[in-house]
């Protein structure tokens, strides 16, 4: 037989990761979680993260950090977590069988916030990195969840990260903006879970979630619109996530000190536990990372630390009409172009 | 060819539903609903449950009943519901084939009580009855979650329940016991949810379970266990259901009752606060029934009546030695063979 190569054969080879790629990746997750916590410790002025660092049995392990009853967060999770083994777990195979069979490695960081003060919102971040055989990828992202809505906080969120994202190519904002609305969406209330942000998965350079034979829809439709800017290289994918999740204390600090010292009440407090609820269930329900890591023998105190530390349900409640409450429902928890509003 | 049918389709058609079937379990199910919403009301003393009606565009509806604030329970959820549709969710076709592309009826009733006094412990039960083409079974149980452990109180709820069992057959408490703890274990804490009960799937008489291909090994083995008092008549398992439905009250009331007064402080309540996380864990990460319903368009305020009004999550929570709160871990928390208590 003549040797003649598939094109994408080639392609692959010429973005193949650098030798010292875990080291680097492992190094900068380390450093963001680093970053993320004395930014945070600044911004609540009061407490500071605890550290606990595991082990984990089959390879690998982490160093989780809370932060507990702090000045402004309530309970604040970040943690870091560089893992490896001899298989991937049959839920991310099916995303990527080319991975079957090999070993592999996994790293990121991950973060919740559940601030005090119902006008402060909850936050989520996280960006991760896998190497299995001859596959490799980036995902990550981070959403806003407020409990009451300023039209100022949502813009200065997105338009943060869209300034990162337009650094690197003008299709990442818009494609990775409509891929959170639709990840972070509670099917069984109709309700988004927040305002958004960006989320984006399988990021290999190669848009090979369209073009191979992948069970993930929705993966697979955001990688095809990505499409026509392929191939990436591995340095500029891993780059633009340096630039993403350094871009978090800029997205986010701002609009807590701007509500930190808003005054509320009953209502308000009682409000903000009400919609607590919504973000259990969504990473109960929903939440790939928290299925799979309970599923799968994770350490659930580091998984778990996303949910809140207090939290109300309550039966058939509906807000008032023409109250902000209202207002939470009608305009912030259905997508909208907050990169573009005035 | 020769007509001889293997017996066990001659079993199958011995044991066949009466023509009112359908309209005599759903009568039951709606007085069962009626009974323990009187028997609630009585010990709560200070409230009443209100009635939601719904239908489902499908097929069928339901009557939700509420009981918040009270001065005994904090809240209470007792649903009945009678639903039928062109096709069963695949998730139960897995375990009944030969109920595939037949239209199917199903009726129901549960409950849960989150108690407001942390001596009191929550409860949960639920009937169901299913029909699809040549196939019909019964499945439920209620199980008993404390949150202080009373020997005897563990005591009276399985005493009460085996009694039930045993007037029908000595082999259903042993097994159903057994099936109870195994299916309400939190596997991520590796805890059980609580004192346990009773719970049984599939119960069609034939001891389907275990003679066909089926997927879900715990229903199959339990299934095999009763394989030698096979087969039962349809006439034996309602009675046995309706038995199990009418002991509720007696199982549960009188443990209410000795608990209510007993006084507590931030300590208890706070304990009670945080174990209920366990509930909306268990509910949300393994039921059946809970995670069947959101992701089939059910009414999703039936179905999360079951989750608590107000809870905590502490991260690395442990509770100190030698208190009553470890003994729940160490004691309550681990199958029991609480019928045997002294």
Same mark, same amino acid.
């Given at each position: 037989m003549t040797a003649i190569k598939p094109q994408k054969t080639d392609t692959a080879k010429s973005s193949n990761p650098p030798a010292d790629s875990k080291e680097r990746v492992s190094q900068f997750m380390k450093q963001l979680q680093d970053e993320i916590c004395l930014g945070l410790e600044e911004l609540d002025g009061q407490e500071k993260f605890q550290e606990d660092s595991w082990e984990r049995e089959e390879g690998g392990g982490g160093r989780s950090r809370v932060l507990k009853e702090g000045a402004i967060l309530e309970q604040g999770g970040v943690n870091f977590s560089e893992v490896w083994g001899e298989n991937l777990?049959?839920?991310? @195979? *099916?995303? #990527?069988? +080319?991975?079957? $069979?090999? /070993?592999?490695?996994?790293?990121?960081?991950?973060?919740?916030?559940?601030?005090?003060?119902?006008?402060?919102?909850?936050?989520?971040?996280?960006?991760?990195?896998?190497?299995?055989?001859?596959?490799?990828?980036?995902?990550?992202?981070?959403?806003?969840?407020?409990?009451?809505?300023?039209?100022?906080?949502?813009?200065?969120?997105?338009?943060?990260?869209?300034?990162?994202?337009?650094?690197?190519?003008?299709?990442?904002?818009?494609?990775?903006?409509?891929?959170?609305?639709?990840?972070?969406? @509670? *099917?069984? #209330?109709? +309700?988004?879970? $927040?305002? /958004?942000?960006?989320?984006?998965?399988?990021?290999?350079?190669?848009?090979?979630?369209?073009?191979?034979?992948?069970?993930?829809?929705?993966?697979?439709?955001?990688?095809?619109?990505?499409g026509d800017i392929e191939p990436r290289t591995w340095e500029e994918l891993f780059s633009f996530v340096q630039d993403c999740g350094r871009a978090f204390l800029p997205a986010y600090v701002p609009i807590a000190q701007r509500r930190k010292d808003t005054e509320y009440g009953d209502r308000e407090r009682d409000f903000q536990l009400y919609r607590r609820g919504r973000y259990v269930e969504f990473n109960l329900v929903y939440d790939r990372g928290t299925i799979f890591g309970l599923q799968t023998n994770g350490r659930t105190e580091s998984i778990l630390m996303s949910l809140p530390p207090l939290v109300r349900w309550e039966y058939c409640y509906q807000p008032e009409p023409n109250t902000p409450e209202a207002e939470l429902y009608e305009t912030f928890l259905k997508p909208q172009d907050w990169a573009n509003w005035h």
């Open positions: 777990p049959p839920s991310i @195979l *099916k995303q #990527r069988p +080319e991975a079957e $069979g090999q /070993g592999f490695y996994a790293t990121g960081t991950s973060m919740v916030l559940h601030p005090r003060n119902p006008y402060v919102p909850t936050v989520h971040l996280n960006y991760r990195y896998f190497e299995a055989g001859p596959v490799w990828w980036f995902g990550g992202g981070a959403d806003l969840t407020p409990y009451y809505g300023f039209g100022e906080d949502a813009a200065h969120f997105h338009r943060t990260y869209k300034a990162v994202c337009d650094k690197h190519h003008q299709e990442y904002y818009p494609v990775f903006k409509r891929w959170c609305d639709e990840y972070f969406y @509670l *099917k069984h #209330r109709q +309700e988004s879970r $927040g305002i /958004g942000g960006l989320f984006f998965d399988y990021q290999d350079g190669q848009g090979s979630l369209y073009r191979g034979p992948y069970k993930d829809s929705l993966a697979a439709n955001y990688s095809k619109e990505l």
